[in-house]
C-alpha cells in the first residue's frame, strides 16, 4: 500500500530551508514575486502531508494487526517512521511560528 501523497523527509527539511532562509532574508511584500506559491497553502499543503503519512501508518498497522500477508512489519516499521518524523517537523515549524508571532507582537511600534 503507497500514498503518492506523502512527503519525503528530504524534501520536507529543503522545504523548511526555503522557508527559514526567505523569513531570514525578510519576506518580499505580498504579489511582489509573480507565481511564487502563497505561505498559507504551502502549510496547508504540508500538514494534508503530515495528515497522509499518518493516515497510511495507521492504515498499514490495522491491515499487519488483521494478518495482511502483503503488508510487511518492515513497510509498517518505516511508514510509522516516517509519520513520527513528518510530524515533528510540522511541530517545530509550529514553535517557530508560534515564537516569531510572539516577537513580533512584543515589538514597540
Known sequence: MKVDDTISPNELLQRLRDLSSRVEGGVAAAGSE????????????????????QQQAASLGQAYEFGDPSVSI???????????LAFQAATQVRNKLVSAYKEIMSMQV
Open 34 to 53: 509573480p507565481g511564487a506559491p502563497d505561505f498559507s497553502q504551502m502549510l496547508k499543503q504540508s500538514l494534508d502531508q503530515v495528515n497522509a503519512a
Open 74 to 84: 518492515s513497510e509498517l516499521t518505516l511508514a510509522m517512521q516516517r509519520s513520527s
